[in-house]
T-cell receptor
Framework: KAGVTQTPRYLIKTRGQQVTLSCSPISGHRSVSWYQQTPGQGLQFLFEYFSETQRNKGNFPGRFSGRQFSNSRSEMNVSTLELGDSALYLC??????????????FGPGTRLTVL | DQQVKQNSPSLSVQEGRISILNCDYTNSMFDYFLWYKKYPAEGPTFLISISSIKDKNEDGRFTVFLNKSAKHLSLHIVPSQPGDSAVYFCAASAWGAGNQFYFGTGTSLTVIP
């Protein structure tokens, strides 16, 4: 069974630009969550999509947005990039139900560097 | 507001000894807890979980303990092996509150051969 894939793996952008990151979940998983990881901050939750709808949202500005397609693939977009957006962006998929055994499986991440 | 806290950024343990990683949480609604392990340049990998109806869950060398009254959980690794050297994250969620997981800041474990 293929794992979670994320593209691209590495990205370098300049301030003011916008970027789109892609995530393909494990087959059969309907929930996709996005996290930002920076040194000392752990994993900060961005948002979660389930069946093409944003179900949860973290405390990030509106420059961070996402969407999910009918095949559960998800994209995350960051507009007007700032230096502080440099981070590892992780995508995680899960079945997404309300059962307790609902582990998230992570992709390898996209390393974004903003210059 | 960090609802899940790992107050030890790093831990060093001799090979063969026990590693104990700690995690505290503030939200009493959390009822499902997980530990993830992360190697550099890879995404976190699920390790073990525990629901609030239990106080202990074991999987091979890994045991997670949950103390609900203290809002504290810990991960025990016995015996520790050099391959266990990684960053460990604890995470928590509240059933019925969607699929949102709150992660700690991680503890970097080094197992010395």
């Amino acid at each position: 069974k293929a794992g979670v894939t994320q593209t691209p793996r590495y990205l370098i952008k300049t301030r003011g630009q916008q970027v789109t990151l892609s995530c393909s979940p494990i087959s059969g998983h309907r929930s996709v969550s996005w996290y930002q990881q920076t040194p000392g901050q752990g994993l900060q939750f961005l948002f979660e999509y389930f069946s093409e709808t944003q179900r949860n949202k973290g405390n990030f500005p509106g420059r961070f947005s996402g969407r999910q397609f009918s095949n559960s693939r998800s994209e995350m977009n960051v507009s007007t990039l700032e230096l502080g957006d440099s981070a590892l962006y992780l995508c995680a998929s899960s079945l997404g139900g309300t059962s307790l055994n609902n582990e998230q499986f992570f992709g390898p991440g996209t390393r974004l560097t903003v210059l | 507001d960090q609802q899940v806290k790992q107050n030890s950024p790093s831990l060093s343990v001799q090979e063969g000894r026990i590693s104990i990683l700690n995690c505290d949480y503030t939200n009493s609604m959390f009822d499902y807890f997980l530990w993830y392990k992360k190697y550099p340049a890879e995404g976190p990998t699920f390790l073990i979980s525990i629901s609030s109806i239990k106080d202990k869950n074991e999987d091979g060398r890994f045991t997670v303990f949950l103390n609900k009254s203290a809002k504290h959980l810990s991960l025990h690794i016995v015996p520790s092996q050099p391959g266990d050297s990684a960053v460990y994250f604890c995470a928590a969620s509240a059933w019925g509150a969607g699929n949102q997981f709150y992660f700690g800041t991680g503890t970097s474990l080094t197992v010395i051969p």
